[in-house]
């Protein structure tokens, strides 16, 4: 999946936490919001704060997704709350997909 087409998905799939979502998928959303936050943030404080919360949805959702296309529960997000443990869901993020299908649905389709 390409960076254009993760961000499409990511966006029309705003609140939906129900499937699977493949690394790339992930690691690309997690790119644009990266540059967007950079970029808003040299902007203004109120424009970040905007684009903060345009991505706060999408991000947990695609962070379920992901946490679902490798068999855990979405709720593993929570972990964020704690500082180190933190680490854990990086390793989570980047572990392959399960290339069955699991609990949450078929395996994401990857194009190259």
Known sequence: ???????????????DFNGRASR???????????IVLIVASLIHQYVYGIAALAFLLPALAVGARRLHDIGKSGWLQLLMIIPIVNLVLIYFYVQPSQPASNNYGEAPVVSA
């Open 24 to 34: 790339s998928e992930y690691w690309w959303f997690v790119l644009a919001e990266v």
């Open 1 to 15: 999946m390409d960076f254009q087409t993760a961000v499409k998905t990511c966006f029309n799939k705003y609140a």
